[in-house]
């Protein structure tokens, strides 16, 4: 089984940042693209970014230029940074991942429980 764990969430006012941390661990073979996704209250869960293994990146246009994504394929973990906050992008914040178990190609995908993030104006 494989656990995707985030943390970093926080409540900050208007302008600030966050940085956001995601580990994939268990019995995994490699990982193929990562990403962050959100929910907001009343909302359906959106993309934010996602990340290649190979370190493509693609992002939501509602956080070009203020969100990073970024990964450390060694320890298996992915990254948002959130710069210049707006009280927009409060939501709850969910890794995701496209994972080889076994040699074979076949992905399977998992989800961290989520965490949250809170902007104050």
């Known amino acids: 089984q494989v656990q995707l764990v985030e943390s970093g969430g926080d409540s900050v006012q208007a302008g600030g940042s966050l940085r956001l941390s995601c580990v994939a661990s268990?019995?995994?073979?490699?990982?193929?693209?990562m990403g962050w996704y959100r929910q907001a209250p009343g909302k359906q869960r959106e993309l934010v970014a996602i990340?290649?293994?190979?370190?493509?990146?693609n992002y939501a246009d509602s956080v070009k230029g203020r969100f990073t994504i970024s990964r450390d394929n060694a320890k298996n973990t992915v990254y948002l940074q959130m710069n210049s906050l707006k009280p927009e992008d409060t939501a709850v914040y969910y890794c995701?991942?496209?994972?080889?178990?076994?040699?074979?190609?076949?992905?399977?995908?998992?989800w961290g429980q989520g965490t949250q993030v809170t902007v104050s104006s």
């Open positions: 995701n991942a496209d994972v080889r178990i076994t040699v074979m190609p076949k992905l399977h995908e998992y």
């Open positions: 268990g019995s995994l073979f490699s990982i193929s693209d």
């Open positions: 990340i290649t293994s190979g370190g493509s990146t």
